[in-house]
């Protein structure tokens, strides 16, 4: 799995229009064109921006967890790490993208694509933690004819 860094956050600027209604899942919303603000991504992803940085997945051993090849994950290196979650870090000299797991008094990165085996990390393990993924960017678009194919 390569993993490649892509930017350091911008300063904050005046960012992209936020529209003045929420989108619902659910069923259909009377929305309007309607700016109510404007909102920058950075300002959205994190209250760190220099703990926060960028990277683009090369890869599919998280496709489990929606995460894909091309997308780009949002890596906060100020969040404690949490069981479940999805981390980017340094082992035996390689960057790796996996879930952090807690099982007893085991600790283990497992990539969520069963192809892939577990990692249990004992006192000899070479792994250094370099953040936690605390959002993803998708491309939608990339998709959109596999899906228009399931749903036809």
């Given at each position: 799995?390569?993993?490649?860094?892509?930017?350091?956050?911008?300063?904050?600027?005046?960012g992209?229009?936020?529209?003045?209604?929420?989108?619902?899942?659910?069923?259909?919303?009377?929305?309007?064109d309607?700016?109510?603000?404007?909102?920058?991504?950075?300002?959205?992803v994190?209250?760190?921006?220099?703990?926060?940085?960028?990277?683009?997945?090369?890869?599919?051993?998280?496709?489990?967890?929606?995460?894909?090849?091309?997308?780009?994950?949002?890596?906060?290196?100020?969040?404690?790490v949490?069981?479940?979650?999805?981390?980017?870090?340094?082992?035996?000299?390689?960057?790796?993208?996996?879930?952090?797991?807690?099982?007893?008094h085991?600790?283990?990165?497992?990539?969520?694509?069963?192809?892939?085996?577990?990692?249990?990390?004992?006192?000899?393990?070479?792994?250094?933690?370099?953040?936690?993924?605390?959002?993803?960017?998708?491309?939608?678009?990339?998709?959109?004819?596999?899906?228009?194919?399931?749903?036809?």
């Amino acid at each position: 799995m390569e993993l490649i860094h892509v930017y350091e956050p911008a300063p904050p600027g005046r960012g992209l229009p936020l529209a003045g209604f929420c989108i619902h899942a659910g069923f259909e919303s009377p929305g309007t064109d309607y700016e109510e603000e404007r909102i920058s991504l950075d300002e959205y992803v994190t209250k760190y921006p220099h703990a926060t940085y960028y990277i683009r997945v090369k890869g599919d051993c998280m496709k489990n967890s929606g995460i894909h090849e091309d997308d780009l994950l949002v890596v906060d290196k100020s969040l404690k790490v949490l069981n479940g979650d999805i981390v980017i870090g340094v082992l035996d000299g390689e960057h790796v993208l996996a879930v952090y797991v807690e099982s007893g008094h085991k600790k283990y990165l497992k990539p969520d694509n069963p192809e892939y085996q577990p990692i249990q990390m004992n006192e000899f393990t070479d792994f250094s933690l370099e953040g936690v993924v605390s959002f993803t960017i998708h491309n939608q678009r990339r998709d959109c004819f596999v899906r228009a194919h399931r749903l036809q």
